[in-house]
């Protein structure tokens, strides 16, 4: 009754509500990748990262040795659904070749 009345006598005063699917809890996890190194590699796992799965990143450190790369990214997922699905992008990107977690309170 409340909201109908509302609408009736302000509705031009009212507007929809939109709902993201992000959530507000994160969570801080680290993801050690190894692969093949080649030009743009780090660009492609930060895009997957940051642009497709909009994951904000704590930290990002690769090192490279005779060809084989391999990187530690910290980063904030918001349960391990989320984090499966980031670890199964990140396995399809060129040159990668294993993707997987550790604990990030070891350092």
């Given at each position: 009754p409340n909201a109908t009345e509302l609408l009736a006598n302000h509705g031009n005063r009212v507007i929809k509500a939109k709902w993201t699917s992000q959530h507000e809890?994160?969570?801080?996890?680290?993801?050690?990748v190894i692969g093949?190194?080649?030009?743009?590699?780090?660009?492609?796992?930060?895009?997957?990262?940051?642009?497709?799965?909009?994951?904000n990143m704590s930290s990002l450190?690769?090192?490279?040795d005779q060809g084989i790369f391999s990187g530690e990214i910290m980063l904030y997922v918001?349960?391990?659904?989320?984090?499966?699905?980031?670890?199964?992008k990140l396995e399809k990107v060129e040159g990668v070749v294993k993707v997987s977690r550790f604990?990030?309170?070891v350092t």
């Open positions: 809890v994160a969570f801080l996890t680290g993801l050690k093949t190194d080649r030009v743009g590699l780090i660009n492609d796992v930060s895009k997957v990262i940051s642009e497709e799965l909009k994951v450190s690769f090192k490279t918001n349960d391990t659904r989320h984090l499966e699905m980031l670890i199964s604990d990030s309170r």
